[in-house]
């Protein structure tokens, strides 16, 4: 469905107005990250066994709101100047960023407590309905051939409300069971996620760095066009993310037991990424030009190097989850920043020149290097843990051993 809706978006603005919408969601995908501050990845780590849906998605909404808030209102006059173009005025841009922003804060909240709870069906319903209302809503908009990136924006925004919002009504109609009183889980989850938040800011810049300087140091005509790959490389990645999130409990509780295996979750992402990411290339060269327009013919040069982008990052997001579930939230943090380092670097050399290719080209050698860092860490960190279990395991038997010696 999302596939459908960037068809149908894109020969609608074409791809300069498709780039437009692409970098004020962009900055709402910002304001999501930072409102959120790493409690969304901290907070499945340390919810209370038993935790009800409504209490986590409360807890959630409890941590997010206050950040979501101050970091919207600090990037509005930015969307502001984006907005002064658009032929409906800056206005109607910025009530529906406002609008998208606060739906995206609020659906990283419900996912977050529907991975910490369980209770997963709340929100895939809400997800799937929100995909609906935005299909149905840019099929109207195509037919009526409205080309303003605002309007749209509009409609992209009153569909990301509809997915924590069906979400919730469908959580308040269960059961209430008991809630409980005790909120230390709360403190150490933002705890944990202020530790994480420079990692999720890293990992934000290596993600976004490249959609947010394309129209600087390109043209917005280049981020439609790289928009319509990219967006194809992202329905890779998200279902690992999202099996990252729902597994990081219970990774966490066979971690405490001494039960976790990191092998078979890195292989089994990297086993995924490599056959997805094949199809994306080979899908991708037959239907880009008929279905997207001749416009993003030049789109087809961009889907080697962000399906190698794809695959990398699908087993970065599994070794970093990995990591913060065992308690070496450090990783996480090495290896986002490392990845956001070269990430930069190789936007600023290559975009220039390049334009949307080089974004592409920059974003696989970024995520190839987060990929490595993580598990290459991963695997050392593990290794010296095993290490000292096992000297602190031998350590009585020797003394025992030496004092039979000494008798």
Request: with cysteine.
């Amino acid at each position: 469905m999302s596939l459908v809706i960037n068809v149908v978006a894109a020969r609608t603005l074409g791809p300069a107005g498709r780039g437009n919408i692409a970098l004020l969601l962009q900055l709402g995908y910002l304001v999501n990250m930072l409102g959120l501050a790493g409690v969304d990845r901290a907070y499945p780590v340390y919810v209370p066994e038993g935790r009800t849906a409504r209490s986590a998605t409360l807890d959630m909404l409890r941590l997010a709101g206050p950040g979501g808030v101050l970091v919207l209102i600090t990037v509005l006059p930015l969307v502001w100047s984006i907005g002064a173009g658009s032929s409906s005025g800056p206005g109607l841009t910025v009530i529906a960023f406002t609008l998208a922003a606060i739906a995206l804060v609020a659906g990283g909240a419900v996912r977050s407590a529907a991975a910490a709870s369980g209770i997963t069906g709340p929100f895939l319903a809400g997800t799937v309905a929100a995909q609906v209302v935005l299909l149905a809503a840019g099929a109207l908009l195509a037919a009526f051939r409205v080309d303003d990136p605002s309007i749209w924006l509009l409609a992209y925004a009153l569909a990301l409300a509809v997915a924590p919002g069906l979400s919730w009504a469908l959580v308040c109609r269960r059961r209430a069971g008991k809630t409980g009183t005790d909120t230390a889980h709360l403190a150490r989850s933002r705890h944990l996620g202020l530790r994480l938040l420079p990692a999720g800011v890293a990992s934000m810049v290596m993600l976004r760095a490249d959609r947010l300087l394309l129209p600087w140091l390109g043209s917005y005509e280049q981020l439609g066009i790289y928009i319509v790959v990219a967006t194809i490389a992202e329905m890779v990645a998200w279902p690992v993310q999202a099996w990252v999130d729902a597994r990081a409990a219970g990774w966490h509780r066979r971690h405490v037991a001494g039960e976790l295996g990191i092998s078979r979750p890195v292989l089994c992402v990297a086993a995924y990424g490599l056959v997805t990411g094949a199809a994306m290339v080979g899908c991708g060269r037959l239907v880009i030009g008929p279905v997207f327009g001749e416009d993003y013919r030049d789109a087809t040069r961009l889907l080697l190097p962000l399906a190698i982008g794809a695959v990398a990052y699908c087993v970065s997001r599994v070794a970093v989850g990995l990591s913060v579930a065992t308690g070496r939230a450090r990783i996480a943090l090495t290896t986002d920043v490392s990845a956001m380092a070269v990430a930069l670097a190789c936007y600023l050399a290559l975009i220039p020149r390049w334009g949307a290719y080089g974004a592409a080209v920059g974003s696989a050698i970024a995520y190839t290097t987060g990929a490595s860092l993580a598990v290459i860490a991963l695997l050392a960190s593990t290794r010296r843990s095993h290490q000292v279990a096992a000297n602190a395991s031998a350590l009585p038997a020797t003394n025992d051993s030496v004092g039979a010696h000494g008798t």
